[in-house]
């Protein structure tokens, strides 16, 4: 029987990237996210390319109930998840912590934390019962490092850093793997999200360097994947290398 994937915020991005790869590697999906279109759209293209089978389930994972209720709907069989990818997440603004939009830090916070938790609740307890399994949190540079204006925005992918260390304890009699990847500045929908559509202000993050994509990711996460049982990988930060670290990249 083929394994299954779980992928969060895969209507773009990184996340989108995973499903393909996945699909490319002959895993089932369960695809998520808000943006319903794109989910349906996507599961019939990897559908008809790479002959894998594919649920969607479109909900807010910032919405406790939603979250839990569209998981918990899914067939039996999907409950049978090998790998889930922690991947919804977000930015909103870059302000001095004095101006930052309240709005804003709610977003972020209930997002990339909480959203992360009441998924990885759910779903972790179906490894259990599945008695193995592998979690991947997407965290971030700016989970090791604090860069300006991107107070609130590190402190959540600092969380995310926190819960990646504390799932792997946790899980541990359980048999379930807990990696955590981290990358640099990955050109996706990422920029334009945190600037609320303002394309141009998004473009200039990317000019004059070779940004990670999406794909560079994808494969990250599946050298993690792909690694032996015995095998875990903790943590892997993963940069462009024209980037030394969140604040110092070489444009020419
Ligand atoms: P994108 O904006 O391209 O993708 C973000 C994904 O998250 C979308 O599929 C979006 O789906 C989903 N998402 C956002 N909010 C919610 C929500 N409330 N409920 C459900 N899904 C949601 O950005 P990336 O692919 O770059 O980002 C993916 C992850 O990688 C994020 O956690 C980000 O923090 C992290 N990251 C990104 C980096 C970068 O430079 N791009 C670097 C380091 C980490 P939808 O809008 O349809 O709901
Ligand atoms: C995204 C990378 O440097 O914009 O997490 O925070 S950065």
């Given at each position: 029987m083929a394994k299954i994937a779980l992928i969060t915020g895969?209507?773009?991005?990184?996340?989108?990237?995973?499903a393909h790869l996945f699909a490319r590697e002959h895993y089932n999906l369960v695809l998520t996210g808000r943006r319903e279109d794109r989910l349906e759209k996507l599961a019939k293209k990897l559908n008809t390319k790479y002959n894998?089978?594919?649920?969607?389930?479109?909900?807010?994972?910032?919405?406790?109930?939603?979250?839990?209720?569209?998981?918990?709907?899914?067939?039996?069989?999907?409950?049978?998840?090998?790998v889930l990818v922690n991947n919804a997440g977000l930015s909103q603004g870059l302000d001095p912590i004095q101006n930052g939009s309240l709005d804003d830090w709610d977003t972020m916070i209930d997002t990339n934390i909480k959203g992360l938790l009441y998924v990885s609740k759910v779903v972790a307890n179906w490894m259990i019962a599945s008695g193995h399994g592998h979690i991947v949190n997407i965290g971030s540079i700016a989970g090791k490092e604090v860069y300006a204006n991107?107070?609130?925005?590190?402190?959540?992918?600092?969380?995310?850093?926190?819960?990646?260390?504390?799932?792997?304890?946790?899980?541990?009699?359980?048999g379930i793997k807990v990696t955590g990847i981290h990358p640099g500045a990955v050109e996706t929908e990422f920029s334009e999200v945190r600037f609320k559509g303002d394309k141009d202000?998004?473009?200039?993050?990317?000019?004059?360097?070779?940004?990670?994509?999406?794909?560079?990711?994808?494969?990250?996460?599946?050298?993690?994947?792909?690694?032996?049982?015995?095998?875990?990988?903790?943590?892997?930060?993963?940069?462009?290398?024209a980037q030394a670290n969140a604040g110092t990249i070489f444009r020419k």
């Open positions: 895969a209507t773009s991005g990184i996340g989108e990237a995973c894998v089978e594919v649920a969607v389930s479109a909900f807010d994972v910032r919405d406790r109930e939603q979250t839990i209720v569209n998981l918990e709907a899914l067939p039996a069989k999907w409950k049978k998840v090998t991107g107070n609130v925005y590190c402190a959540t992918k600092h969380a995310v850093d926190a819960l990646n260390k504390g799932m792997r304890i946790d899980l541990l009699p359980h202000r998004a473009k200039k993050v990317y000019e004059g360097f070779d940004p990670l994509v999406a794909d560079d990711i994808a494969e990250t996460i599946w050298f993690a994947v792909s690694r032996p049982a015995h095998v875990n990988i903790n943590d892997m930060i993963v940069m462009p290398t």
